[in-house]
């Protein structure tokens, strides 16, 4: 499992962020509202990417997907520059676990 896995187990306070998250956005979408900002904030180590994984896992589950989009947002677009990131930020060959590069990854 990946640092930033969807699938790690949140915390009772991840699950309360995430829910309160989940409402505010099921609240603007059901009053018409584009452009809302939600900020997480918290010291390194906290969490917040966990969370933002999970909370983006859930919303990919319970949305209806047309033609890769998710709320309207371009999904590919979101992981190829996400993948970018992270490449750039983790180069394989300072890795201290796999080395295979990321494109030979299953």
Known sequence: MFKASPFHKLTV???RAKDEILMKIE???????????????GSA??????????????LAKS?????NKILGVDVDEIIDSKLKKD????????????????????
């Not at 609240?27 to 904030?41: C, M, P, T, V």
């Not at 180590?45 to 859930?58: N, R």
């Open 13 to 15: 306070e991840q699950l």
């Open 27 to 41: 609240e603007a979408l059901n009053r018409d509202k584009s452009g809302q900002l939600i900020l997480i904030n």
């Open 63 to 67: 949305s209806q997907i047309d033609d």
């Open 45 to 58: 180590g906290t969490g917040k990417t966990v969370l933002l994984s999970s909370l983006f896992f859930e």
């Open 87 to 106: 490449i750039a930020k983790y180069p394989v060959e300072k890795s201290k676990g796999n080395n295979k590069k990321y494109t030979e990854l299953n």
